[in-house]
């Protein structure tokens, strides 16, 4: 059920949650901040901010879920149950079959939990951003990292005004897919990193 348009949680619990993360009051780090997220997603909310650093630097705080690693722990756990009864009768009934669904399953287990990580997100947003520009593709747009804000829970970038895909018209997708591709045929063919 992953979204990216799901109801949000409470922003005085984002609030909280930003403010243990970084190890002091809000206002410490940021001058203002939106007081309900700009966008929600099943994995973490993103709220407009503006930096405390005296030049007004607008960024985005995205803010993992609460119990979000509890949930996706349960429910892999009932899946990899789910898993090995599925691998026993296809042994019993299909033993010509050779995939082994728990092993499957335990490695894309281990992508997801990556994904709640988000100093690894971090460093990956970082490096697909230099890698880009190393190759001089500069009409393709990664956001900056605040590396200093971000933890495993927040992940703090630039801000970036934009519409999504979805919402253009046929026309400015036209005038883009160009550059979309060259940036994604250069991170599958230059650089083997997506």
């Keep these: 059920k992953l979204q990216d348009a799901v109801e949000p949680f409470d922003t ?8 243990r993360e970084l190890g002091g009051p809000l206002g410490q780090f940021f001058t203002s901040i939106s007081k309900e997220p700009v966008a929600a997603a099943s994995l973490a909310q ?13 960024v985005a705080v995205k803010v993992q879920r609460p119990d979000v690693l509890s949930t996706v722990s349960k429910d892999l756990y009932v899946l990899r149950r789910a898993a090995e009864v599925f691998n026993g009768l296809v042994q019993r009934f299909a033993p010509q079959q050779r995939t082994n669904y728990v092993a ?60 999504k895909l979805s919402d253009c018209s046929v026309e400015t997708i036209e005038q883009v897919t160009p550059a979309a591709q060259e940036a994604f045929l250069t991170q599958l063919f230059e650089t083997g990193f997506f």
């Design 12 to 19: 005085k619990t984002a609030t909280m949650q930003i403010e």
């Design 46 to 58: 993103v709220y407009m901010a503006t930096l405390n650093d005296g030049k007004d630097t607008r």
């Design 104 to 163: 499957l399953l335990n490695e894309w287990a281990i992508g997801f939990y990556t994904e709640l990580d988000f100093l690894n997100e971090a460093s990956n947003q970082q490096r697909l951003r230099q890698l880009l520009l190393d190759k001089g593709i500069t009409n393709v747009v990664v956001p900056v990292v605040y590396e200093e804000l971000c933890t495993r829970r927040i992940l703090v970038s630039e801000w970036i005004d934009g519409t």
